[in-house]
């Protein structure tokens, strides 16, 4: 808020001006696309104390009075320069009202990180705009409102995406900012090493719930490397306690080490029992006190087989594909997908197809059998001949509303599929049937496992973190 003699001087300016308060308000209301507080009176220090209350308003104000308000723009040289001037907020608001479709769960937590304020009620929309205006960030990052128009660009399709870009571009070039800044807001920038949080899921066979093992590690982004172990637990969880002992995890991992939530990958070690498991559905937030959201909607979620991590003799083939996907996985490649849109009596078969060298990525629409063994259906003979990547539907998946599976993933690499499911994970957060409520994806590559199978799934002792 602005200071009393501030405030006084710029309202006795105002009043100067003799303005039409009931027709200025009106107009700064189109031009920030959203209402201010409801008017008690007509006097002009009243509209001059609303638009105090929402950023970028006073500055609006000064420019619909027009450049005879020499008095009142003195005084508003007090207040500060406005993140945004009109002009770019007009811009601004066309671009937005264009990808109001555009969920703004994930783009708004990676604007303002794991710990930030909850998130938004609305979808894309002015509101949101004035409101992330309004947030601080340290000095040496970007402002939450540009951090936000990046992310937004991300999801955006092609044309839009480059008008956003564009608008980000010049705003930071108007502003002077660091030149850092422009990387830090590019997509793909490298922000260095990432936090996993990986999660070991399985059944207890002393119980009737569930055995839970996470630990976390900061990806090593080149080579094979499997990273730097960063903490380790282990617990007996019952059926209905595992969503918040998931969340109690990836607070704990937050909260620690990673500051920003957009750089966390969630890995949820499974045998085929439990591949049906809606992981990514489980809500997540109140550990670190924010709003509930499903896990798949705030960040990425994978799963990884718990089989083939024990089973040495199947590491030869594990590894031979997926070298495939880290050299070819950014490629179109159309006999990289294998897509299944109904079981396969003939397992044999299937397996001397996937093991063709292309095939990288196996689909199926329909849900895999939860018989223990890799020997029992389609997604085991995958996972046996080797695939990395495997996309399953779980039960509850109709291609008859949803469309099918090959369509609904339509991407031109194997590489874009860990994006583009996480996308529909978070469409399908805004209501009603949607495809994205029902996928698994598996991304198991084999390079990032220890060579000991004796430890390769022990969660890692402290000295082991040196």
């Known amino acids: 808020m602005l200071g009393g003699s501030v405030l006084s001087a710029m309202a006795a300016a105002l009043e100067g001006e003799r303005p039409d308060v009931p027709s200025l308000r009106t107009a700064v209301e189109a031009e920030l696309g959203l209402p201010l507080a409801a008017p008690s009176s007509?006097?002009?220090?009243?509209?001059?104390r609303q638009c105090a209350e929402v950023p970028g308003a006073l500055h609006v104000l000064a420019e619909l009075l027009g450049p005879g308000a020499a008095d009142f723009r003195r005084q508003l040289r007090a207040v500060g320069v406005p993140l945004l001037q009109p002009s770019e907020r007009r811009r601004l608001l066309a671009l937005i009202a264009r990808a109001n479709d555009l969920p703004a769960a994930g783009p708004y937590r990676a604007a303002v990180g794991?710990?930030?304020?909850?998130?938004?009620v609305g979808g894309v929309d002015a509101a949101l705009l004035v409101h992330l205006e309004g947030l601080l960030r340290p000095p040496?990052?970007?402002?939450?409102?540009?951090?936000?128009?990046?992310?937004?660009?991300?999801?955006?399709?092609?044309?839009?995406?480059?008008?956003?870009?564009?608008?980000?571009?010049?705003?930071?070039?108007?502003?002077?900012?660091?030149?850092?800044?422009?990387?830090?807001?590019?997509?793909?920038?490298?922000?260095?090493?990432?936090?996993?949080?990986?999660?070991?899921?399985?059944?207890?066979?002393?119980?009737?719930?569930?055995?839970?093992?996470?630990?976390?590690?900061?990806?090593?982004?080149?080579?094979?490397?499997?990273?730097?172990?960063?903490?380790?637990?282990?617990?007996?969880?019952?059926?209905?306690?595992?969503p918040a002992e998931v969340d109690r995890h990836l607070a704990t991992v937050l909260a620690a080490h990673a500051s920003d939530a957009n750089d966390v990958l969630v890995e949820c070690i499974l045998p085929k029992t439990l591949g049906n498991l809606p992981v990514d559905r489980w809500p997540v937030g109140p550990a670190l006190g924010a709003e509930p959201l499903p896990l798949g909607v705030r960040h990425s979620v994978v799963l990884r087989s718990w089989e083939r991590g024990v089973d040495r003799e199947l590491r030869p083939y594990w590894s031979?594909?997926?070298?495939?996907?880290?050299a070819h996985g950014h490629l179109s490649d159309a006999k990289a997908v294998f897509f299944l849109d109904r079981p396969e009596p003939n397992l044999a078969a299937l397996g001397a197809q996937l093991w063709e060298e292309p095939r990288i990525c196996f689909m199926q629409e329909f849900p895999p059998s939860e018989e223990p063994g890799l020997a029992a259906d389609e997604l085991g003979v995958a996972l046996t001949m080797g695939l990395p990547v495997a996309v399953w539907c779980r039960p509850g998946f109709d291609p008859r509303t949803g469309g099918r599976l090959d369509e609904v993933l339509d991407v031109s690499s194997v590489a874009e599929l860990p994006g583009l499911v996480h996308r529909l994970r978070r469409e399908a957060f805004g209501g009603g049937e949607h495809p994205g409520r029902h996928l698994a994806l598996l991304w198991d590559e084999a390079g990032r496992w220890p060579d000991d199978p004796a430890a390769r799934w022990q969660a890692p002792d402290a000295e082991d973190r040196g």
């Open 42 to 48: 007509g006097e002009p220090a009243e509209l001059l």
């Open 114 to 120: 794991a710990a930030g304020p909850g998130d938004p």
């Open 140 to 242: 040496e990052q970007p402002p939450a409102l540009l951090a936000f128009v990046a992310a937004l660009a991300a999801e955006a399709e092609a044309g839009l995406r480059s008008e956003l870009r564009a608008w980000l571009e010049e705003h930071l070039e108007r502003t002077d900012a660091p030149a850092d800044w422009l990387a830090a807001l590019s997509p793909g920038a490298a922000r260095g090493s990432r936090t996993i949080l990986v999660l070991r899921i399985e059944p207890d066979w002393a119980g009737d719930g569930y055995r839970v093992s996470a630990w976390s590690q900061a990806e090593i982004q080149a080579g094979d490397d499997p990273g730097l172990a960063l903490a380790a637990a282990e617990t007996a969880v019952a059926a209905a306690d595992l």
């Open 320 to 326: 031979r594909k997926s070298k495939r996907l880290r």
